[in-house]
């Protein structure tokens, strides 16, 4: 992914954010088989290898989990928006602009490894479902469903683990333009009809 550096995202808090805020990631690989991809709510655990690592699970039928590819790449794609060029105080000056796409977005890179043994999905399942549920006024657990239930479920699906090896984060919010440019940006996507528009004003700098 080209990174300007002014649109780099480099804070480890922001990023950690970003990936607990949007988990629903693409997640790549380039075996024999060709390149292949399937989007997986993930969940990153820090506590494992430098970078930390990323579990989710794939369905069994799945022919991405018989991949002989050893590294993988997920993608992760934050709010993003369109920008017009009439919400820049350039166009009234010079109208020396173009429209562009504000968005956040991750990519990270890791050792893969699939596993199919009972407690380890479980305790995958069980961890992505709190992590989703937090919040909520009466959040749902695994255990609520009944046992047998779950084993079924657990038999249809193959846990996915990711070593990271490298991430880059990219966060493209009119930080190339001035003041009164990005004021603009803020303003207009403010007063769209669009949730996500709303979201990405939010995050325009000042």
């Keep these: 992914m080209y990174v300007p550096p002014a649109f780099r995202l480099e804070d480890p808090a922001e990023i950690r954010a970003a990936l607990a805020s ?3 990631a693409s997640f790549v690989t380039a075996g024999t088989e ?3 991809a399937t989007p997986l709510p993930l969940f ?3 506590s494992e290898g430098p970078h930390g690592t990323l579990y989710g699970h794939l369905a069994r039928a799945n022919p991405q989990q018989k991949t002989d590819a050893r590294e993988g790449m997920a993608i992760f794609m934050g709010p993003d928006a369109y920008v017009t060029p009439s919400w820049y105080e350039t166009k009234r000056e010079t109208g020396k602009v ?5 968005y956040v977005a991750i990519h990270a890179w890791g050792e893969i490894a699939f596993f199919d043994d009972p407690a380890r999905l479980h305790d995958v399942v ?3 479902t709190r992590r989703r549920e937090a919040g909520r006024a009466e959040p749902w657990e695994v255990a609520d469903a009944p046992e047998r239930f779950v084993a079924a479920q657990l038999r249809g699906i193959v846990g996915l ?5 490298r991430m880059v984060a990219k966060s493209k919010m009119s930080q190339n333009r001035n003041a009164a440019d990005r004021s603009g940006v803020s303003r207009g996507l403010a007063e769209s009809g669009s949730e996500t528009d709303r979201s990405v004003a939010n995050l325009i700098p000042e």
């Design 22 to 24: 949007f988990p629903l």
């Design 34 to 36: 060709g390149l292949m």
């Design 44 to 46: 990153l655990d820090e």
């Design 98 to 102: 173009v429209p562009t796409w504000n």
């Design 126 to 128: 069980s961890r992505l």
């Design 161 to 165: 683990r990711m070593t990271l090896t």
